[in-house]
């Protein structure tokens, strides 16, 4: 099995089991490619939003869900976002978003 593949079915499991607690949040602005690898993001379906790395202080990124996978896996208010590509080319919020208090 590809890292692609494990990385895909990750994040689908993920936002199968995610409520979707966040229906009218979107990234704000284009993507794209990953910050890491620099993948196009054209052909994505999900981009991860965060550690770029596995440093304590990591800067944050866009990623792929194969950079993901290594160093963003958990998904999670303070960990990562994960964001779904919509038929408009939009990215939206559908795991890790901010308790729902806060909206």
Known sequence: MT?????????????QSEEHKWPNIHWCGD???CDVCSRPMQDE?????????FSSNAPWGNLCITCAL???????????QLYQKT???KW???????PIEEF
């Open 31 to 33: 993507i794209e490619n």
């Open 45 to 53: 379906i999900y981009m991860i939003d965060g550690p770029a790395t």
């Open 87 to 89: 038929t408009d080319e």
């Open 92 to 98: 939206l919020l559908i795991a890790g978003g901010p």
């Open 70 to 80: 290594k160093y963003s896996p958990q998904i999670g208010w303070g960990k990562a």
């Open 3 to 15: 890292t692609y593949f494990r990385a895909k079915q990750h994040y689908e499991a993920i936002a």
